[in-house]
């Protein structure tokens, strides 16, 4: 694969915010915490990559992952459950008297 253009850093960083915005996106609070946590890991994994194929190879696999994101996000919330896991509800603190 000679002539890989490898992605800006802006891209990269781009692709970065777009994967925890989509992953934001999600009903689910599990799957929004995996989301996050997969996203911020695999970027980790690829932060000392320089070999331009290798890098390029890496942001081709993150946006196909961001396309499978917008199809779940849809998924997920179309058949979301009625009630809300308990990291997502707002406790109200108790009132002393």
């Known amino acids: 694969?000679?002539?890989?253009?490898?992605?800006s850093p802006t891209r990269t960083r781009e692709l970065f915010r777009t994967l925890l915005r989509e992953g934001r996106k999600f009903s689910n609070y599990n799957v929004r915490e995996y989301v996050?946590?997969?996203t911020i890991e695999g970027f980790k994994e690829n932060k000392n990559v320089s070999?331009?194929?290798?890098?390029?190879?890496?942001?081709?696999?993150?946006?196909k992952q961001l396309e499978i994101i917008k199809r779940q996000v849809i998924v997920y919330n179309l058949y979301a459950?009625?009630?809300?896991?308990?990291?997502?509800?707002?406790?109200?603190?108790?009132?002393?008297?």
């Open 36 to 38: 996050k946590r997969r």
């Open 81 to 97: 459950p009625a009630v809300k896991n308990i990291m997502d509800l707002k406790i109200s603190k108790p009132t002393t008297s």
């Open 1 to 7: 694969m000679a002539g890989v253009a490898a992605p």
């Open 51 to 63: 070999d331009p194929s290798a890098l390029a190879a890496a942001y081709d696999y993150g946006v």
